[in-house]
């Protein structure tokens, strides 16, 4: 299985101040379509996982632009350009492209 | 909107046997792969299957492989997944999403709680 690493894996940030989170992959991530789907999900206290970034770096509709996705091959990266409050949770990234798909073990995201 | 709404998760025993399912709204269920994904308490989050929108692909990851079952119903725009020679690993947030690599929806989950 494709195992995915995640750091760090806590992160306490100042408000304002930009934040990043990397996911490595133990395989390479682009599929015989073309496409890489790893994927970028927050999930907020108490609340199910929403999409933030899919196929590495297209923001889904209403997620502010001060996230943003990049990376290639095995090493991906979630950049959040400056920290709100509503950015609290713990985010995961989840690759869909080999089976079984997997997911990163979490990156908790709280303000110092 | 989307919507997915999961419901049929209790306690049950262990070795017991369940059926989760999941309301669809706000999209053309019939055309969208769906999955099973599921969060043990304070843990992260684990695949357990999907189905291909007219049933004819259906994968699961291993732990699960032989005692889950994952249907549909497009007539209904429901999606189910039958447990069975349930476990205590078993516990956890059942979550209904729509795609196949995407994962572009998700519902509230349903608590499945494995316990004597």
């Known amino acids: 299985d494709v195992v995915l690493t995640q750091s760090p894996l806590s992160l306490p940030v100042t408000l304002g101040q930009p934040a990043s989170i990397s996911c490595r992959s133990s395989q390479g991530l682009v599929h015989s379509d073309g496409n890489t789907y790893l994927n970028w999900f927050q999930q907020r206290p108490g609340q199910s996982p929403r999409r933030l970034i899919y196929?590495?770096?297209t923001r889904d509709s209403g997620v502010p632009d001060r996230f943003s996705g990049s990376g290639s091959g095995t090493d991906f990266t979630l950049k959040i350009s400056r920290v709100e409050t509503e950015d609290v949770g713990v985010f995961y990234c989840?690759?869909?492209?080999?089976?079984?798909?997997?997911f990163g073990p979490g990156t908790k995201v709280d303000i110092k | 909107e989307v919507q997915l709404v999961e419901s049929g998760g209790v306690l049950v025993q262990p070795g017991g046997s369940l059926r989760l399912s999941c309301a669809a709204s706000g999209f053309t269920f019939s055309n969208y792969w769906m999955s099973w994904v599921r969060q043990a308490p304070g843990k992260g989050l684990e695949w357990v299957a999907s189905i291909k929108q007219d049933e004819s692909e259906k994968y699961y990851v291993d732990p699960v492989k032989g005692r889950f079952t994952i249907s549909r119903d497009n007539a209904k725009n429901s999606l189910y997944l039958q447990m069975n020679s349930l476990r205590a690993e078993d516990t956890s947030l059942y979550y209904c999403?729509?795609?196949?690599?995407?994962?572009?929806?998700w519902g509230q989950g349903t608590l499945v709680t494995v316990s004597s």
């Open positions: 999403m729509r795609g196949l690599r995407l994962g572009d929806s």
């Open positions: 196929q590495v770096s």
């Open positions: 989840m690759q869909g492209t080999h089976w079984p798909f997997t």
